[in-house]
């Protein structure tokens, strides 16, 4: 057993629908972490004494402790196209992505790109994550060995691309399910680790191949499902184009039988109220990307229509599309976006999203997203001082509602003291 003492903060329900049972906040708490789950949260002062001699204390006085972030949307091949000038979502795949994603056919490459990722992510605090990887077979392999070995809960999957892009990135809709099956029977399941089929988006597959995700999906229970959903106006005339037989965009993926409680589209920003109606009724997931929809000038996630809609939905960074790895910075971008809509984002909300929202929404919430007895121990200290600036300001709070909000506005990677992924040390700040 290990304790850790600090300020504890976690939701137990979602402040939109349970405003005042969601969030448990203990000022001088202790965590308690046994063979890698939580044992026990509550106060320092009376959980102390019977606390057996011995037990290895950590004392994080002074910051915060909260249940890993989750990330539902990142492409762990674009880490070095993150930040590239100037275009729109179709000429940007073209320009960057596509030419990118080319060099993952090298393995060797691909676990070098994967490791410096997961690094990444730790630094910024975020301990699952549901990841796009290339066409290639090998780029999957490599991110799931180096997820395996940082003993990461994470979900990814194979690109299926069979038209539209560049012939080094093409597969078919037959080498696709082949190569998707072998990675299956691989991965899925195996340690933390879950596959999503990843139809890359509607464009660059042919009907074929989204049948052939389809039939993935009918074969193995337990399986996700990963792609882009009506993120840019271009991209919607082309969709429709292409397949002149969907009332929408949203039908080119339900005629393949791609809905439901484990399918997870990034962006949905452009969706008729018929089409929100479906993913509400099949309770397919959106992935919200505020960095990104701001970046490729996508448009605005109106999360007040989608929340009275019924649609579920969490946070994404979209990495490199996105520009921040941290939810940090992907909450305070989610905020201002809501502000363009004459919406609000509250603080509790916004740190609900990023951890237990994110962990039902990815139906992993009897594993992670709080500190419920049982739950795994992935976790991060919150270093609320990390700045001058954000010393200064956090000074000047009176609520925690407000501290909160700061955090979001202010914060970044600077903000993680350190990273904890089943009770044991994964990145420090010290280090
Ligand atoms: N749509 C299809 N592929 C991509 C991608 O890599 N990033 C984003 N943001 N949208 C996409
Ligand atoms: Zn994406």
Redesign the pocket.
């Given at each position: 057993m290990r304790a850790f003492r600090g300020s504890i903060l976690h939701y137990l329900e979602d402040p939109h629908s349970h405003p005042d049972q969601a969030r448990e906040y203990i000022e001088d708490g202790l965590l308690l972490v046994e063979s890698g789950r939580i044992r026990a949260v509550g106060p320092y002062a009376s959980m102390m004494p019977s606390l057996p001699t011995g037990t290895p204390l950590e004392d994080y006085s002074g910051k915060l402790l909260m249940p890993g972030m989750i990330d539902l949307h990142t492409?762990y091949p674009?880490t070095e196209v993150i930040a590239s000038y100037g275009r729109q979502?179709l000429d940007w795949?073209n320009n960057y992505?596509f030419p990118t994603e080319m060099k993952f056919s090298d393995k060797a490459y691909a676990s070098a790109i994967a490791e410096r990722f997961v690094q990444e992510l730790l630094r910024n605090g975020t301990t699952t994550a549901m990841v796009?990887t290339t066409v290639h077979p090998q780029s999957t392999e490599a991110f799931f060995e180096v997820a395996e070995q940082h003993q990461l809960r994470m979900i990814a999957g194979k690109v299926m691309m069979d038209r539209h892009a560049p012939a080094g990135l093409c597969d078919t809709a037959e080498s696709s399910y082949t190569d998707s099956k072998a990675l299956i029977e691989r991965w899925h399941g195996k340690a933390r680790l879950s596959y999503a089929v990843t139809p890359?988006?509607a464009p660059t597959s042919t009907p074929e191949q989204l049948q052939a995700a389809g039939r993935l999906m009918q074969e193995y229970p337990g399986l996700y499902l990963q792609s882009?959903l009506a993120?840019n106006r271009d991209e919607l005339a082309w969709v429709a184009e292409l397949f002149p037989q969907a009332r929408d965009y949203l039908d080119a993926y339900e005629q393949a039988g791609l809905l439901g409680p484990h399918c997870v589209y990034?962006h949905g920003i452009h969706l008729s109220d018929s089409a929100c109606q479906r993913l509400a009724d099949s309770g397919t997931v959106l992935a919200h990307c505020p960095t990104?929809n701001l970046f490729?000038g996508s448009g605005l996630f109106d999360m007040s229509r989608l929340t009275d809609q019924g649609v579920r939905f969490a946070l994404g960074t979209?990495v490199g599309?996105g520009t921040s790895f941290s939810l940090f910075r992907t909450l305070g971008e989610a905020y201002k976006v809501q502000q363009l809509l004459q919406h609000s984002l509250h603080p509790d909300r916004a740190f609900y999203l990023a951890t237990l929202g994110g962990a039902r929404a990815l139906s992993l919430d009897q594993h992670i997203g709080n500190f419920l007895p049982g739950k795994e121990a992935d976790f991060i200290v919150i270093d609320p001082e990390s700045t001058p600036l954000l010393s200064f300001r956090i000074q000047h709070c009176k609520t925690l509602s407000e501290k909160l909000f700061v955090l979001a506005t202010l914060g970044d990677d600077r903000l993680i003291a350190a990273t904890y992924i089943l009770g044991q040390l994964a990145y420090s700040q010290e280090a």
């Open positions: 492409h674009q979502l795949l992505t796009f890359r988006f882009h993120e990034a990104s490729l979209d599309g």
